[in-house]
């Protein structure tokens, strides 16, 4: 019984001290590679990435696993998903971004966030919605804003410094800095 936990025990540390660390460190070459700017101090786990040029990471952020940035469009030169210095963005977010999204530093992005800065056109009713052109417009996160789980920041929107927005809320208009915003659509429920 005790080799069989000094084993396990051991096999793990070994996998997530030691190969964990070296894989990310491989695939953190490869996106530089490809790119991608890795600030230094920068941990980063595993995450799916459409065009490595296009995303620009600060000095010692905090991004853990299946963030997912797909710059929705063809090549063009980048960067423009744009994270600045000592950010967290947690696991599962998404940035759907066709033009920019610039988020400042000392951010808290929770789990689940979703950001998607353009919309389809729908207004012809004889033409299929898929082939009208879509509007797009830069989304932008001010210095230490907290955005709760599994919140939803669509085009044009601006978050203004030290805001708060609660887990589940839509944000379909702009917050000033210091608010807290909360709901489906996101509306004031608070000030800092």
Known sequence: ???????????????????????????NIWLKFNGMKIGKGTHMSKCYVTWPHQ???????????????????????GPSIIIKDNVFIGNNCEFNITDKIIIEKDCLIASGCKFI????????????????????????????VWLGVNVVVLMGIEIGEGAV????????ESIPPF?????????KIGQR
């Not at 990471?57 to 929705?72: A, K």
């Not at 927005?165 to 379909?172: E, H, R, S, T």
Request: with cysteine; hydrophobic share 40%.
């Open 165 to 172: 927005v609660a887990a589940g809320a839509i944000v379909v």
């Open 117 to 144: 800065d353009h919309n389809h056109s729908f207004s012809s009713v004889t033409e299929i919605i898929r082939k009208q052109k879509s509007t797009k417009k830069e989304i932008h996160i001010g210095p230490n």
């Open 1 to 27: 019984m005790n080799i069989n936990y000094f084993l396990h025990q051991s096999l793990f540390v070994i996998r997530f001290r030691y190969v964990k660390k070296w894989i990310i460190m491989l695939n």
């Open 55 to 77: 995303v620009s990471i600060g000095n010692y952020c905090r991004l853990e696993h299946n963030i997912y940035f797909h710059y929705d469009g063809i090549w063009k030169v």
């Open 179 to 187: 608010e807290i915003w909360g709901g489906v659509p996101a509306k």
